[in-house]
């Protein structure tokens, strides 16, 4: 087990960001894994987003799966789900997409219209 | 899929589909007999004998909306590449699946981001046990990376295993891991 002062201080902090989750606050954002989403580079969209969030010290996100959307075209797919505002699908994500909707959407609550596949009312 | 990590995780994927709570992952590159082999066992609902023999054949799937080519993908490569894809299931037992693959192949695709592939795949229900391992021209195990998220989730206290910190740090656990096996081989 490599660096448990790393894990235990990720534990104290993520801890306090589950707080927050538990108050309401908590985004969900939902990558589509499926064989086409893979295939168009959901795993790398992935990475970016984990890797933007922690950047950014916002552990209150959630970074969820599912699977294929019915869009394989549109793959990789990325639904935000902000509670209390309606969710946004966004389509033909890539690292960098990727990086641009947590700075613009999640960050500053700005959705990136550019990107946006359909906005389901809340 | 233009690696094999990609088709790795499209399995992991059906995994977790299929309710497994425990999932082993074995790769061993045997320079030897130049094959890569990756074992994928998992303790889901499993598949009956009528679907089992099907599974292979393009845009056969259980879910909706599912394209159901990932399997045939891979076998499409193996059979490429003078390897073979194994499929082995029962109902409420679970499923394997076995790939060997010849790694000098002009059309095997490079094994790819293994760490992406397994980061990617953790989550609060599954314990993955994956391992990969790397012989030697006698045989010899020259390198060996391994994770059991067991072991990390006893010092979690209840933080979720897909905490975007813990995805991360694991992923420098099996860098840092990675280039340990790396500075062996050299």
Partial sequence: MKSLDELKAIRERAQQALKMRESGDGVVVQVAMGTCGIAAGARGVMMALLDELVLRKRSDVFVTQTGCAGLCEKEPIVTVKVPGKSDVVYGGVTDQKARDIVGSHIINGQIVSDYVLNIKEA | ?186
């Fill in chain 2, 1 to 186: 899929m233009k690696e094999l990590a990609e088709h790795l995780l499209d399995i992991l994927q059906n995994c977790l589909f299929a309710g497994a709570s425990r999932v082993t992952i074995n790769l061993v590159e045997d320079v030897a007999t130049d094959q890569l082999t990756m074992e994928i066992k998992d303790n889901g609902c499993g598949m009956d004998e009528q679907l089992l023999a099907k599974v292979l054949d393009p845009f056969v799937t259980t879910r909706n909306k599912k394209t159901g080519l990932g399997l045939p993908l891979l076998a499409q490569t193996a059979q490429l590449c003078n390897g073979s894809l194994v499929l082995a299931s029962k109902v409420g037992e679970g499923t394997e699946v076995t790939l060997k693959i010849q790694q000098s192949h002009w059309d095997c695709p490079p094994l790819g981001n293994v760490i992406d592939t397994i980061t990617s795949c953790l989550n609060e229900q599954t314990h993955l046990v994956f391992m990969h391992k790397c012989l030697d021209s006698t045989g010899s195990v020259v390198g060996v990376v391994s994770l059991d998220t067991d072991d990390i989730k006893a010092h979690l206290e209840g933080i979720p295993m897909n905490h975007p910190e813990v995805l991360l740090f694991v992923r420098r656990m099996l860098e840092q891991e990675y280039e340990e096996m790396e500075g062996r081989e050299r």
